[in-house]
């Protein structure tokens, strides 16, 4: 794939110029010609092209004007992309409604790319299948296991609200220019509907942000340090019940444990203030 433009290192630009990585994109995609995708940070096209080949309808959406004005030149008003110039942190979400659902695909900047996940997990329902590119070391932390150095907060935040799979490690060479790290392909499908009953999720994200703020701490000590609206007593009561030792730290704790504390918690009268 030629380059078109050189990418900007302040916007935290790598454009992937790999075949290969491009094709699983779309493969993961599984794009079908009555979609409408959702492109995030659409660079120079080359993703865009493809999208457009596939699906009914792409909104692909760029903050670079260089990137903006080839954008354009190549999909002019009345074809099927609408090239939308916003940051994706302030685009309004809640404007795709009318073309819901819609697939996403983005190759995200290292920088931002956290922060845009949380944004898209807040408005799930607009989006069924996410295709997304992290940083390696970020795409490790939304798939860990319990027990890994990487499993924490970010986890299991994301898996309450999805299902995440790590498709695959990309090398700094499939991009131009490399970043000096790797990267990695993930997949997201947001769930359809909320695991907890509102009331006890809150107890699920207190008891998530509470052990894992000092996370060299066992999970009970990180509580009582904490401060949060959850009896520690009620909790060690909890964990008993499901044979968790009182020594055990949050990043021993399985995500289905997590929630079956909450549950127990929840169920006890703990989580909040009202």
């Excluded at 990585?21 to 096209?45: F, Y």
């Excluded at 609200?161 to 220019?177: N, Q, T």
């Excluded at 009953?197 to 996370?215: S, Y």
Aim: net charge positive.
């Amino acid at each position: 794939m030629a380059l078109r433009l050189r990418p900007r290192k302040s916007l935290g630009q790598h454009f992937l110029r790999d075949d290969q990585v491009h094709e699983e994109i779309l493969h993961w995609s599984q794009l079908k010609r009555s979609d409408r995708v959702l492109e995030i940070g659409a660079g120079d096209g080359t993703i865009t092209r493809s999208l457009a080949e596939r699906a009914k309808k792409v909104v692909a959406v760029e903050t670079d004007r260089r990137c903006l004005r080839l954008l354009r030149q190549e999909f002019p008003p009345g074809g099927n992309v609408e090239v939308v110039e916003a940051d994706i942190l302030e685009y309004d979400l809640l404007s795709l409604e009318a073309l819901a659902p819609l697939k996403v695909v983005a190759d995200l900047p290292y920088n931002i790319a956290t922060a845009v996940l949380g944004r898209l997990l807040s408005s799930a329902r607009l989006f069924p299948l996410m295709v997304l590119m992290f940083q390696k070391e970020v795409a490790r932390r939304l798939t860990a296991e319990a027990g890994s150095k990487s499993y924490g907060s970010l986890t299991l935040a994301t898996r309450y609200r999805a299902e995440v799979e790590l498709i695959r490690i990309v090398p700094p060479g499939a991009f131009v220019p490399p970043p000096k790290v790797e990267s990695a392909l993930v997949r997201v499908v947001p769930r359809p509907a909320p695991l907890l009953p509102p009331k006890t999720e809150e107890v699920f994200f207190l008891l998530v942000r509470a052990g894992f703020r000092q996370r060299r701490k066992t999970f009970l000590n990180s509580l009582s340090r904490s401060g949060p609206p959850v009896p520690v007593e009620t909790v060690s009561a909890a964990m008993k019940t499901l044979s968790l030792p009182e020594q055990v730290r949050a990043e021993a704790i399985s995500f289905e444990n997590f929630l079956r504390l909450a549950g127990i918690v929840g169920g006890a009268g703990g989580g909040g203030q009202g």
